[in-house]
């Protein structure tokens, strides 16, 4: 494969570095975000009384839930890429509520960031393990192995 020019080059390396992230890197993170949300959400509080869940159904488990994007960067020389859980919360409610930061925070820290009722669970919730903060984000964050991450995209740069 030749180019014409460097910038050329540069968009081409760039370009597969994402398909990268996409193909290769984005479903290691979906595996290790679905291990740390069933070791801190789920197995925290297995046996909810008042509501049911959707697991890997379009809950937290779900991993067409768990999505990438690049995004668009200042940098010319790299790209940031975000992935996270945008699972939607069941309560019914308009706008739409994403469900990770409640998980994540918990009901205190939700409420002191001033979410109304709509984006909290039920009064006094935070006495319960389910309103108590669980953040399988940060789980997720330490258990990825960066090398790994480096190994795949290196790998997959040069097919």
């Known amino acids: 494969m030749s ?17 990268s992230m ?45 999505v990438g994007n690049p995004l668009n960067s200042l940098r010319s020389s790299g790209f940031e890429y975000e992935i996270h859980n945008n699972t939607q919360t069941n309560f019914g409610a308009l706008p739409t509520i994403y469900l990770t930061p409640l998980v994540v925070m918990g009901q205190l820290k939700s409420k002191s ?14 006495e319960y393990p389910y309103g108590k903060p669980r953040d399988f984000i940060s789980e997720t964050k330490n258990n990825i192995d960066k090398l790994l991450i480096v190994s795949k995209m290196n790998k997959y740069m040069n097919k």
Request: hydrophobic share 30%; charged share 35%.
């Open 113 to 126: 960031y001033g979410y109304g009722s709509e984006y909290l669970y039920y009064n006094r919730a935070e």
């Open 22 to 66: 996409r193909k290769d890197v984005l479903p290691y993170v979906q595996d290790e975000m679905v291990k740390a949300t069933q070791k801190e959400v789920y197995d925290v509080y297995p046996n909810p009384k008042k509501y049911k869940r959707r697991e890997s159904n379009g809950g937290l488990l779900d991993r067409d839930n768990i």
């Open 3 to 19: 180019h014409k020019n460097f910038d050329a080059l540069r968009k081409a390396v760039l370009a597969k570095a994402k398909e």
